[in-house]
């Protein structure tokens, strides 16, 4: 009995002994195959994405340290007075708007001209904000319009995502071979002004980032506290609030004008970039001055650039025929809604009349817009003779009338499926 029982209980222990063997080798096995996999993956992602660019990521990185870490810090242990808060709001709009008015407007899509003091003053706000010469943000910009979210030679695109788009194209060297490459801004090789402060960006960004927020802080009295809030967390507000519109402006809002790009229209960044929020009106008009086209939109690099003409500081500010604009909405409108109506049974007679509204719309439109354009024409051409003059205007008003009630109707049709 006694021999039968340890019989057992050997077969036993060499069978567990055996299965646990076995295990280890397993897990062994298992353990070296994900090693492996991973290697391979890791290698495999290297040779994948670009060098990094570790002055981008040095730079980026501290600046958002010390503006997330040290201002809440400082405001604890000793506050800011509103003189400070009234020099950061003053640095992060001169900086700012030396970008939507000056490299984006100006520069990129040349909406209007320029006096040499403001293009001068542009220039060193522009580098003041650290984001590059004009000359590379341009090229850069353009190479965004022409190439809208096709990954592989929009700057950043949207499609690669949120972190890409927003800030991740500048962390690595993505279409390298690019870079130098200013072919599509000849144009701007030309303006002295531009050439001058892409030679000496450098120094130019050095000195504004630097004796700004010291001179500032030894006339104040607090060094430290002026270097933290006017030095690097105007220059985050800065950068990220520019980032905004190549990332949510992209992915955040409507699109009244367009759905050939994923540009969008939204209040709300509108706020925080100075007017470059309406995105969507924007990449289908871009070489309007304007990107908040009615008076209710928050757009105040518009009302800088529209200001300074009365002094001469701006002059030949294009804009959009509003014809145009209407007939480029109201045609989004009636797509949005036949798309609707092709989904619902037994609507062909609602499309019908839907059609002829627009249709209808397109045509008073036409009239009004192309009889005002005329009687302009002739009044600075002094063409017109008193008595013509009235018959022109009286039938223009005409024409506005039927082109505001037929706009009316439209309107109210189209409002029933909004």
Not at 147 to 155: A, E, I, Q, R
Not at 400 to 413: D, G, H, I, P
């Amino acid at each position: 009995m006694d021999n039968s029982y340890e019989l057992v209980s050997l077969n036993y222990a060499k069978l567990l002994t055996g299965f646990l063997t076995s295990l280890e080798e397993f897990l062994i096995l298992t353990y070296v195959r994900i090693c492996r996999i991973l290697i391979f993956k890791m290698e495999s992602n290297q040779k994948q994405k670009p060098p990094i660019i570790w002055i981008n990521v040095l730079v980026f990185t501290i600046t958002f340290a010390v503006a997330a870490i040290g201002t809440p810090f400082w405001a604890w242990y000793h506050g800011f007075d509103w003189a400070q808060f009234t020099m950061l709001v003053a640095g992060f709009t001169f900086g700012g708007m030396s970008i939507t008015a000056g490299y984006h407007r100006l520069w990129s899509h040349k909406t209007y001209e320029a006096h040499p003091v403001l293009k001068l003053t542009f220039a060193l706000g522009g580098a003041y904000s650290l984001q590059n010469s004009i000359l590379h943000w341009s090229s850069d910009h353009r190479m965004h319009h022409r190439h809208v979210d096709k990954n592989d030679v929009d700057p950043y695109s949207a499609k690669l995502g949120f972190w890409y788009s927003h800030i991740g194209w500048i962390l690595r060297e993505y279409q390298k071979q690019r870079y130098y490459d200013y072919s599509n801004c000849r144009d701007l090789k030309k303006d002295k002004i531009v050439i001058l402060q892409h030679k000496y960006y450098l120094p130019l960004a050095l000195i504004t980032n630097l004796l700004i927020p010291v001179i500032f802080g030894l006339i104040h009295g607090d060094l430290w506290g002026s270097i933290i809030l006017i030095g690097f967390t105007r220059l985050v507000l800065n950068h990220h609030t520019t980032f905004f519109i190549n990332s949510l402006a992209h992915m955040w809002g409507n699109q009244p004008y367009t759905e050939k790009n994923t540009a969008r229209d939204n209040g709300v960044l509108a706020l925080l970039t100075f007017g470059e929020g309406y995105h969507n009106f924007h990449h289908i008009f871009e070489n309007d001055y304007r990107n908040g086209i009615y008076w209710w939109q928050f757009d105040p690099t518009k009302w800088l650039i529209k200001s300074v003409s009365m002094i001469g500081l701006t002059q030949k500010l294009r804009i959009t025929q509003p014809d145009r604009i209407e007939k480029v909405r109201a045609t989004m409108v009636l797509k949005n809604i036949k798309i609707r109506l092709n989904e619902i049974p037994n609507a062909s007679h609602r499309l019908q009349i839907l059609e002829q509204e627009y249709d209808a719309l397109v045509l008073r439109m036409s009239d009004y817009y192309g009889a005002k354009k005329h009687l302009i024409d002739l009044t600075k051409q002094n063409l017109l003779k008193k008595y013509e003059a009235v018959i022109l205007i009286q039938q223009l008003k005409i024409l506005k009338e039927n082109f505001q009630r037929q706009e009316r109707n439209w309107r109210a049709l189209t409002t029933n499926y909004v």
